[in-house]
């Protein structure tokens, strides 16, 4: 399924003009809050009706303001998961689920009722009471209700903001299942980073209003012009090979041959994993260190050097594990005669890898 949105509204003093493709996969909007992220998603939804729109789903019109086509939210095929779970209070977690179903379109891929609960966990939670459950509980619960509606997309708008860092990490794990065992795309809106590390595989940057950038998230979050935050928070997305767990608390990963130490990181051996390293993270040697506590080190060979500010660069590594940024100081550029096709080291310590942004590959 590929969704295509050409959107243009009014809201007060904000003007929302965006235009964004969403092919299969999970499609993240990414960018400040305020930025007009949820605004989009609403007119995907059909809840709200802008001035001008172009709307559709893998070709079927959902929302035409010339040809005047508006096809209402209940009859879109879409499915919403809020930051609220907005689940039925009168009825138990199994009814709120086969709620879903009532709305189901008829196709023969359409997911059953029993994955779904193993998939979230929510087997033991069946016969209970929403009213009893927790914030992750009853966010998994909605998100099993709005899949067994058999959505042509599933939109998420924020589900993880009124959720405690714990439960973030459960519901974060269970939309990467779902990423991989459905085929199910997903619209997902986030101002999070470990968010898109873990979850996109397409990134739209929204900023006042528009769709600024659009890419992979090694792309994206490698591009420090359309980070929130700038060069403080772009960083490098690599792929690398859970292998073999050390006896002092290490998870050593292979990234293309190269070995990555983490502090232990629970998964199977031999998957894959997805993992960020924070260019402000990242030291730059000449040769290869001795005598240092760091762990990580990667051969590298300097791609490009980019300024940022007065005081700081960011230089692009090619090492084997894939691309690698690091943000230095321009006076430490001149002192190591750092240049384009420069051999050097880049050195990352285990425990600045945040294990929150780290997630399966």
Known sequence: ??????????????????????????????????????????????????????????????????????????????????????????????????????????????????????????????????????????????????????????????????????????????????????SIPILYVSHSVPEVVRLATTVVVIEAGRAVGQGTPEQILGDPALMPAGASQAGAVICARIGRRHEDGLTELSAGGTPIYLPEFYGTEGGMVRLRIAASDVLVSRDRPRGLSALNILPATVERIAEVDAAATLVTLKTPAGPVLARITRRSIAALELAEGVECQAVVKSLAIALDEVGQG
Not at 8 to 33: I, K, Y
Not at 78 to 96: G, I, T
Not at 150 to 158: C, I, R
């Open 1 to 182: 399924m590929s969704l295509r949105v050409d959107v243009r509204h009014r809201f007060g003093d904000f003007e929302l003009d965006a235009q964004f493709e969403a092919p299969p996969g999970v499609t993240v909007l990414f960018g400040r809050s305020g930025s007009g992220k949820s605004s989009l998603v609403s007119a995907v939804a059909g809840l709200t009706r802008p001035r001008h729109a172009r709307i559709s789903i893998d070709g079927r019109c959902l929302n035409d303001t010339e040809k005047r086509v508006f096809v209402p939210p209940h009859r879109r095929q879409l499915a919403c998961v809020f930051q609220d779970a907005r689940l039925f209070p009168h009825l138990s977690v199994r009814a709120n689920l086969l709620y879903g179903r009532r709305f189901a379109a008829v196709r023969p891929q359409a997911v059953g009722f029993d994955p779904i609960v193993e998939l979230l966990g929510i087997g033991a939670l069946l016969d209970r009471a929403v009213a009893g459950l927790s914030g992750g509980e009853r966010q998994r619960v909605a998100i099993g209700r709005a899949l067994l509606s058999n959505p042509d997309m599933l939109l998420a708008d924020e589900p993880l903001a009124a959720l405690d860092a714990p439960r973030k990490a459960e519901i974060l794990t269970c939309f990467e299942g779902l990423r991989d065992a459905f």
